[in-house]
């Protein structure tokens, strides 16, 4: 007798771990995390986003940017200005819809907005993107919140909202 209702409990616990696990997939199938985009980690700058040129900030539309940024140990590359020099400020209109694209060519880095919600880890092979409204002007400093090496504390760029 007792056997029988260890089986039953047996089964039971089996049916409700099966289901759980079915509900979890179900919702990673269904709603993926934002930087499931892949790419090439040895060669990022095939990808359209990360070429030289098309690196830093993009004007869209009237108050609508995509910032592409390439990280590597322990820079933001936000390409060039036009004097050929590493453009090391971005500049955005407040009020301003900004997309952040960023990968990494080499290890993990962090990608954290300090003072908004803009906060990202940057995995090699994958492209991290968050959509944000950048409303309050100020001066705003980019972090890697991800220990990456001996510049680690060194890795940061400044956002300007004006
Ligand atoms: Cu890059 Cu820490």
């Known amino acids: 007798k007792y056997e029988k209702i260890w089986m039953g409990s047996g089964v ?4 409700i771990f099966l289901i759980v696990l079915g509900i979890g997939a179900f919702y ?21 986003a990360f070429k030289e040129d098309n690196l830093g900030l993009q004007k869209l539309g009237e108050k ?28 955005i209109p407040a009020g301003s819809k900004v997309m952040f694209q960023a990968t990494t ?3 993990i880095h962090g990608f954290q907005l300090a003072g908004t919600n803009v906060n990202m880890m940057l995995e090699p092979g994958y492209i991290s993107t968050l959509e944000t409204t950048l409303d ?4 705003y400093t980019l972090i890697c919140n991800e220990y990456c090496g001996t510049g680690h504390h060194l890795m940061t760029a400044t956002v300007e909202v004006y």
Do not use: W
């Open 28 to 48: 990673q199938g269904t709603q993926p995390p934002s930087c499931m985009v892949t790419l090439d980690p040895t060669n990022v700058q095939a990808h359209e």
């Open 12 to 15: 039971g616990t089996l049916l």
């Open 136 to 139: 309050n002007p100020g001066t």
């Open 64 to 91: 609508e940017y995509t910032l592409n940024v390439l990280a590597s140990a322990f820079n933001y590359d936000f390409g060039k200005d036009e004097d050929g020099n590493a453009v090391r400020t971005i500049r």
């Open 105 to 107: 060519k080499d290890v």
